[in-house]
């Protein structure tokens, strides 16, 4: 069975601070990895994606997500948060047509 | 590009009425998703399509059906609606390059509350 774990419900890191919000994965074959972020009373927004490649993928508002095979990871992160990163993150997983979303991680950043 | 829209943005029904969820994507997407967002629990899928005409079920399609009459539309259907469908629906599309899935790209959901 595919699934995707995040562990973490809530986040909460202090402005200016490293984050990171967790993510593993149990899939067959390769999967493709994704991270969203959710807004309050809003859809889903593209943050970045894993495909192929370097380990190591860069994607929108200075937000990052290493994979580790090894591992079956995929975390999100970010080097310095910003109040304004507050939100909803899911972790997502493409496999055979399907996406298998993650519960959800809410990130609190505080002044 | 209007992207993905959701009609309506809300929605009371009793139990036992029935009631579509139109979406449309101006994207030439081919692919198309349903999902329902309750607190804790993520997404699930509920039903999805690879193409015009095409249709499958997904994690949790009881109480639900789906059409994909043209490419760029989506319809949801609740024919008997229950007080456990009360939820927040997405719709989502994406694409594929080369046979490689890229991102999905969601409409911005349907607040549904069934009394």
């Known amino acids: 069975a595919q699934s995707v774990a995040q562990p973490e419900d809530q986040v909460n890191v202090a402005e200016g601070n490293p984050l990171t919000v967790k993510c593993t994965y149990s899939?067959?074959?390769?999967?493709?990895l994704f991270w969203y972020v959710q807004y309050p009373n809003r859809g889903l927004q593209f943050l970045l994606k894993?495909?192929?490649?370097?380990?190591l993928v860069k994607g929108s508002y200075g937000f990052e997500a290493e994979f580790n095979k090894s591992q079956t990871s995929f975390h999100l992160k970010k080097p310095s948060a910003l109040v304004s990163d507050s939100a909803l993150y899911f972790c997502?997983?493409?496999?055979?047509?399907?996406?298998?979303f993650g519960s959800g991680t809410k990130l609190n950043v505080k002044p | 590009n209007a992207g993905v829209t959701q009609t309506p943005k809300f929605r009371v029904l009793k139990t036992g009425q029935s009631m579509t969820l139109l979406c449309a994507q101006d994207?030439?997407?081919?692919?198309m998703y349903w999902y329902r967002q309750d607190p804790g629990m993520g997404l699930r899928l509920i039903h999805y399509?690879?193409?015009?005409?095409?249709?499958a079920k997904g994690e949790v399609p009881d109480g639900y059906n789906v059409s994909r009459l043209k490419k760029q539309n989506f319809l949801l259907g609740l024919e008997s609606a229950a007080p456990s469908q009360t939820s927040v629906y997405f719709c989502?599309?994406?694409?594929?390059?080369?046979?490689?899935?890229?991102?999905?790209?969601f409409g911005p959901g349907t607040r549904l509350t069934v009394t």
């Open positions: 894993y495909i192929t490649g370097d380990n």
């Open positions: 997502a997983v493409h496999n055979f047509n399907k996406f298998y």
């Open positions: 989502a599309s994406s694409y594929s390059v080369t046979g490689t899935f890229r991102e999905q790209y």
């Open positions: 899939v067959s074959g390769n999967p493709y």
């Open positions: 994207m030439n997407h081919e692919y």
């Open positions: 399509s690879v193409g015009e005409g095409t249709t």
